[in-house]
């Protein structure tokens, strides 16, 4: 079986709060740097918080590193836990300490780091909580649930002099940087147009009724700053990503990395001017509440970003599925993979190919070791803008109004690009037997952003979208 007993669980319990000094979370100094016991060679402590899915990935990725070792796990439910634990053990590696609850964790001063991979909603908290707690942190994307957390991970980073890389691995991946530079130096011209694609397809997750709280999940604990609402296996593992409560829909989940690189191609290190969504949830009718198809449109004056989301079956666009396709006046690069991409000339000849992977977990270590976060390829003010955008269109689609397709859209004033983009999702539906003639979207309004106060103009419940009422003492002041 792949839960600790509870003597185990509470073996390894008691042994962590023994390790512990005294203090408490939020209470380590703003100067404060991890302990170091001896040589720089020596290997940094990291904390894994948040272990199904995602979060394996991070417990694999710093064992497999000489200069880390993972000291401590935790999950809310005890059956995750107790499979990583045994993962860890099985690796040949020391035990790992075992938490239910990351504020015990946190009060642990022999950790240097944590790793998060918790459900979107437990980013920013858990992130800030342990920065102030004198801890370097590595956070999943997107690295907040709504645009304020992002903006406060930023200011608590700087404030405690932490090292917090965001989860957005292209950054660290050569080919993608190496392409970036490409576009940056101008083999393409005037970047005019930066395109992010999420074409991944989604099935149905059905309806559920809500019933009891499995054995050994901490359900309190992992609502967290969320709402109190009953138990549901379609709002938890995994399926929370469609949840407005939890997740961000897929453009916060697989779309973020492809709007990472649209926003790192137009070389914008503010949010934009404008925005505005458009979308559904088509094909089905189950318990998710995100739109599996979604067109996102930002303003940023001189250049555009226009993101797409689709989640049923569908055909690449210019061969790319899950990835970019930057326009420059002088030709395009269309990013194919996280680690590959192909420049073009206006003629359709390949000018240029790029390749080669890179160490997003490694590079964390080391910026963690130098005390630099300017080594970061993903800073969290990198990630934070990223996911902020995942937002902004969130909120604009959240705003929207039913809109049938049988009549004729204006929406984009005197935007082709914007009319040939709809008109391509129009038939993606179609293809995909949606009868448009019977058939409504969300039409959201077109939002005007301070990208500098980081608020909307003259729309207050656009604004109110930015945050959430937090349930105490989970709170992102």
């Not at 005390?371 to 990630?383: K, N």
Request: charged letters at 25%; aromatic letters at 10%.
């Amino acid at each position: 079986m792949g839960q600790l007993t509870r003597r185990d669980f509470l073996e390894r319990s008691l042994a962590a709060a023994a390790a512990a000094l005294a203090g408490s979370v939020g209470e380590e100094r703003a100067d404060a740097v991890p302990r170091r016991r001896g040589s720089p060679n020596e290997r940094i402590a990291v904390a894994c918080i948040g272990l199904h899915g995602r979060g394996m990935d991070h417990v694999r990725g710093f064992m497999s590193r000489k200069d880390a070792e993972v000291v401590a796990l935790c999950d809310v439910d005890e059956s995750v836990l107790g499979n990583a634990v045994r993962a860890v053990d099985k690796s040949g590696r020391p035990a790992p300490q075992a938490f239910q609850d990351l504020r015990r964790l946190l009060e642990d001063k022999t950790i240097d780091a944590v790793s998060i991979a918790t459900p979107n909603h437990w980013h920013a908290l858990a992130a800030i909580w342990a920065m102030q707690a004198g801890k370097d942190v590595y956070v999943e994307k997107p690295v907040s649930h709504n645009l304020r957390e992002g903006r406060r991970m930023v200011e608590a980073a700087r404030r405690y002099g932490r090292i917090c890389q965001a989860g957005t691995q292209i950054r660290s991946q050569r080919g993608a940087q190496e392409a970036i530079a490409f576009i940056h130096a101008g083999h393409i011209g005037k970047v005019t147009l930066s395109r992010g694609l999420c074409y991944k397809r989604r099935d149905s997750i059905g309806k559920k009724p809500d019933g009891p709280v499995p054995p050994g999940v901490d359900y309190d604990l992992w609502l967290g700053p969320a709402p109190v609402r009953p138990f549901n296996p379609n709002r938890f593992h995994y399926n929370w990503h469609w949840n407005w409560d939890y997740g961000n829909g897929d453009l916060g989940n697989q779309g973020v990395h492809q709007m990472d690189v649209a926003r790192w191609a137009l070389g914008k290190d503010t949010l934009p001017a404008g925005v505005m969504a458009l979308g559904g949830r088509f094909g089905y009718a189950d318990d998710g509440q995100t739109p599996n198809t979604e067109l996102c449109f930002y303003d940023y004056g001189d250049s555009h970003l226009i993101f797409e989301v689709r989640g049923l079956k569908t055909e690449p666009l210019q061969g790319v599925t899950i990835g970019n396709l930057i326009y420059g006046t002088e030709g395009m690069v269309a990013f194919t993979s996280y680690s590959t991409a192909v420049a073009f000339d206006n003629a359709g000849n390949t000018i240029a190919r790029f390749s080669g992977e890179g160490d997003h977990y490694g590079n964390f270590l080391d910026a963690v070791r130098s005390r630099r976060s300017s080594d970061l390829t993903a800073d969290i003010l990198e990630g934070h803008l990223s996911s902020a955008l995942c937002h902004l269109g969130n909120i604009s689609y959240r705003l929207g109004r039913p809109q049938p397709f049988s009549a004729k859209t204006q929406a984009f004033g005197d935007d082709k690009e914007a009319y040939a983009t709809f008109a391509r999702f129009e038939q993606h539906l179609a293809d995909n037997g949606i009868t448009l003639q019977e058939t409504d979207y969300f039409l959201g309004p077109r939002l005007k952003f301070d990208p500098h106060a980081e608020r909307f103009a003259h729309a207050p419940q656009a604004n109110a979208l930015c945050t959430r009422h937090y349930r105490s003492p989970f709170v992102v002041a």
